[in-house]
C-alpha cells in the first residue's frame, strides 16, 4: 500500500524558511515522479512543484519559483520542500502526492494527508 | 497560461446521475490529459479519474470521465449518487510545464 506522511508543518515567520518533508513507502520510490500541491484555508488545489524519479527535472509554479526548491533523496524515500522568503499567501496545507508511471509529472495517483504551514507574525 | 472553468456548486438527489464539466480556455482540451480528484469534507484529496477517463483501481464504476473536443471541455459523471459522494471535485491539467486545476465543483447530494 502506498504511504506518504508529510512532516515539518508549522508556524513561520514572513521572510522567513520552512522544509517540508514527504516519507514515502509501499512502492519504488526513485522509479515515480513526485508532486507538491498546496490548498489555502477555504480555497482550491494549486500546484507547487514537481520532480521527476532521478530528480534531473524539476517544473515550479511562478507564484513559488525562485523561492521554494524541490528535491528527493532517493535512498531515504523522502521528498522535499526548501521554502524560503514565506508571505502570509503560502499559509496552506501541503500535500505530497505521486505520479502515476504513464503519466509522470503531469497527473497524480496517490496524495498524503497534508502538514499545514502558517505564515504569521 | 490557460484556464479551466467547473461550476462553483451542483445539488441532486441521491440515486440521480449528475455530470460536472471543466472546460479549458485556450489550446486543445486533447492535448493534455485531464484528471478529476474528490476531496471530501476536511479530508485529503483523492484520485478518481487520470488520464481523461482512467479509473483509479478502487474507484466505483459508478464514476466515469470523457473528454469532448467540440467544446474543449472534460466532463466527470457520477451515476447513482450516494450521501458519501457530496465533496469537493477538482478537474486537473497540464501545458508547458504547467498544472492547472479547476477552481472546483461543491457537490451535495440531498
Known amino acids: 500500500e502506498v504511504q506518504l506522511v508529510e512532516s515539518g508543518g508549522g508556524v513561520a515567520q514572513p521572510g522567513g524558511s520552512r522544509r517540508l518533508s514527504c516519507a514515502a513507502s509501499g512502492f519504488t520510490f526513485h522509479s515515480f515522479a513526485m508532486i507538491w500541491v498546496r490548498q489555502s484555508p477555504g480555497g482550491a488545489l494549486q500546484w507547487v512543484s514537481a520532480?521527476?524519479?532521478?530528480?534531473?527535472?524539476?517544473d515550479t509554479a511562478d507564484p513559488v519559483k525562485g523561492r521554494f526548491s524541490i528535491s528527493r533523496d532517493n535512498s531515504r524515500s523522502t521528498l522535499y520542500l526548501q521554502m524560503n522568503n514565506l508571505t502570509v499567501a503560502d499559509t496552506a496545507v501541503y500535500y505530497c502526492?505521486?505520479?502515476?508511471?504513464?503519466?509522470?509529472?503531469?497527473?497524480?495517483?496517490?496524495w498524503g494527508q497534508g502538514t499545514l504551514v502558517i505564515v504569521s507574525s | 497560461n490557460f484556464m479551466l472553468a467547473q461550476p462553483h456548486s451542483l445539488s441532486e438527489s441521491p440515486g440521480k446521475t449528475v455530470t460536472i464539466s471543466c472546460t479549458r480556455s485556450?489550446?486543445?482540451?486533447?492535448?493534455?490529459?485531464v484528471q478529476w480528484y474528490q476531496q471530501r469534507p476536511g479530508r485529503a484529496p483523492t484520485t478518481i479519474i487520470f488520464?481523461?477517463?482512467?479509473?483509479l483501481s478502487g474507484v466505483p464504476d459508478r464514476f466515469s470521465a470523457s473528454i469532448d473536443s467540440s467544446s474543449n471541455s472534460a466532463s466527470l459523471t457520477i451515476s447513482g449518487l450516494k450521501t458519501e459522494d457530496e465533496a469537493d471535485y477538482y478537474c486537473?491539467?497540464?501545458?508547458?510545464?504547467?498544472?492547472?486545476f479547476g477552481g472546483g465543483t461543491r457537490l451535495t447530494v440531498l
Open positions: 486537473q491539467s497540464y501545458g508547458n510545464t504547467n498544472w492547472v
Open positions: 488520464e481523461d477517463d482512467q479509473r
Open positions: 502526492a505521486k505520479s502515476p508511471p504513464s503519466s509522470s509529472m503531469v497527473a497524480i495517483d496517490n
Open positions: 485556450s489550446d486543445s482540451i486533447s492535448n493534455n490529459y
Open positions: 520532480i521527476s524519479g532521478s530528480g534531473s527535472r524539476t
